[in-house]
């Protein structure tokens, strides 16, 4: 090998050494814009308050394809849109299954028992079928004195809808939203649209 070939075989390993450092930070990063609050009411092919009754881990895919996903059933305590049973499952990517753990960042991860308010799309299809993947849930917290409020997946009090999707710092502070009053916004979205 001359040292011409040698200089470049050095020059094209570094040139695809820094096209690889530039792409890695693009890999790495996912953002999930928020969704206003009527994209979450009118993307969301059901949305439905739940608790979680089972969580079950199943191997999908062969070869470099095989991955985990756990299907997550909720018993429907009430049914706000569209068509539902009693029981309600969703397929979400993730989950442990023979010692490995498979899951996406900000995904939001369920428990037995969870209570939550559910935006659903995609069920079945999607990676995450939830709209906005982690602002698709709004979770149920009970307050010492009784009191059902609202939070987002991360645990944040949602306070004011009006300001979801534009400005998630604004939309957390102040008092939070009831999961009656919650409720009642959605309905009242549903009937604005509907008489549009």
Known sequence: MTSIDALMKTIRALFFVACLALTLPTL???TVIPPTFDQLVNQAEVIFQGTVTDL?????GEGAERHIVTFVTFKID???KGVLKESSTIRMFGGTLDGQTMEATDTPRFKLGD???LFVENNGTQFVPLVGIMHGRFRIQ???SGRENVSKDN????ADLAKLGSDEKAATTGRPLSTAEFKAAIRQNLGSN???
């Open 28 to 30: 790495q990063a996912t």
């Open 56 to 60: 079950r881990p199943q191997w999908m």
């Open 78 to 80: 009430d049914p706000i």
């Open 115 to 117: 209570r939550d308010i």
């Open 142 to 144: 009970k307050e010492a």
């Open 155 to 158: 645990g944040a009090p949602v």
């Open 194 to 196: 509907a008489a549009k």
